[in-house]
């Protein structure tokens, strides 16, 4: 079953604009992660927040994390072409043993 | 060397072929992963081994057989596939402990016809 479930779904927006992508959880976390994945490839590991922490900031990443809500934000700043790309959260459960689970993704197309 | 490699690429088999798939790392993680991703579906794990014992299985058919033959491989043995086993198929690998985030390779695309 599916730990996080993203929303939106699908996000389009114009260059240099901001992109939020929210995730939902069910269980409680060691931390969750974000990832991004272009074109069907590989995953490339962005951010990754503990339960502990509530904010965390990387270039023009910003996350956020409510252990209270089991929610998180991934902000985009001043997003770029090249952004384009799947967005998946992740949470690594409490007691999971090294058992990282996905949430559905967001689609995220970023237009010149 | 801070990079997953998974060959090959691509790969077409028959229902009645043997084939293996490869991953490799050499970034001392001593847990390492599969997954398994459908299109617009997101990964799904399959495999962990950590110290190079397998310590999670998914309940994935047996048509799938791992193997951690030393800390940097991974192998991925597939035979008797069906064509709903077409998908993408990942390795990961990280650290062993809490709060480490996973380094993908780029994955097989495999097509069972």
């Known amino acids: 079953s599916q730990q996080g479930e993203e929303d939106p779904q699908a996000l389009s927006i114009q260059e240099g604009e901001n992109a939020t992508m929210n995730c939902s959880y069910k269980?409680?976390?060691?931390?969750l992660q974000w990832y991004r994945q272009n074109s069907g490839r590989g995953l490339v590991h962005l951010i990754l927040?503990?339960?502990?922490?509530r904010e965390k900031h990387s270039g023009r990443l910003r996350v956020t994390l409510d252990t209270s809500k089991k929610s998180s934000s991934l902000l985009i700043t001043a997003s770029r072409a090249a952004d384009t790309a799947s967005y998946f959260c992740a949470t690594d459960a409490r007691g999971s043993n090294y058992k990282l689970t996905f949430g559905k993704g967001t689609l995220l197309t970023v237009n010149p | 060397d801070t990079e997953v490699t998974q060959t090959p690429k691509h790969l077409v088999m028959g229902m009645t072929n043997k084939k293996s798939l490869k991953c490799e790392q050499h970034?001392?993680?001593?847990?390492m992963y599969w997954y398994k991703q459908k299109a617009k579906k997101p990964p799904e794990l399959m495999f962990v081994y950590s110290y190079e014992k397998l310590s999670i299985n998914e309940s994935v058919p047996s048509r799938f057989s791992p193997e951690c033959p030393n800390s940097s491989l991974l192998n991925l043995h597939l035979h008797a596939l069906q064509p709903e086993d077409s998908a993408l198929y990942l390795c990961?690998?990280?650290?062993?402990?809490?709060?480490?985030?996973?380094?993908f390779g780029s994955g097989t695309r495999l097509t069972v016809v």
């Open positions: 990961a690998s990280s650290p062993i402990g809490a709060d480490y985030g996973y380094t």
């Open positions: 927040i503990r339960s502990n922490e």
């Open positions: 269980t409680s976390i060691n931390n």
């Open positions: 970034m001392g993680h001593r847990a």
